[in-house]
Nanobody
Framework: QVQLVESGGGLVQAGGSLRLSCAASGSIFNGNVMGWYRQAPGNPREWVAAITPGGRTNYSSSVQGRFTISRDNAKNTVYLQMNSLKPDDTAVYYC????????????????WGQGTQVTVSS
């Protein structure tokens, strides 16, 4: 069973910032690429950002330059710092883990955490 707990969402005005956290069990986190995703109402879930165990990062074009993904391997936690937020960023945000970046970007996981709601007002 996947053990992922996302937190840190909330309501923020456009231009504001939020920091999301995702705590994962060690068996999921260790040695895996971690990714953040989001799903807005009526839309499919989309990949947002990824980070390898060594700290290499990748971002979708929609968040490049505004979001920063990081990880604390000692705490089995991955973070998503979101700056310059826009109303289009409104979604439920999720994290997940995979053995490589291709799988992370594909995002076809059978299990997900509960997610954390981010709402950006204009």
């Amino acid at each position: 069973q996947v053990q992922l707990v996302e937190s840190g969402g909330g309501l923020v005005q456009a231009g504001g910032s939020l920091r999301l956290s995702c705590a994962a069990s060690g068996s999921i986190f260790n040695g895996n690429v971690m990714g953040w995703y989001r799903q807005a109402p009526g839309n499919p879930r989309e990949w947002v950002a990824a980070i390898t165990p060594g700290g290499r990062t990748n971002y979708s074009s929609s968040v490049q330059g505004r979001f920063t993904i990081s990880r604390d391997n000692a705490k089995n936690t991955v973070y998503l710092q979101m700056n310059s937020l826009k109303p289009d960023d409104t979604a439920v945000y999720y994290c997940n883990a995979a053995v490589n970046l291709i799988r992370i970007v594909r995002g076809d996981f059978g299990s997900w955490g509960q997610g954390t709601q981010v709402t950006v007002s204009s």
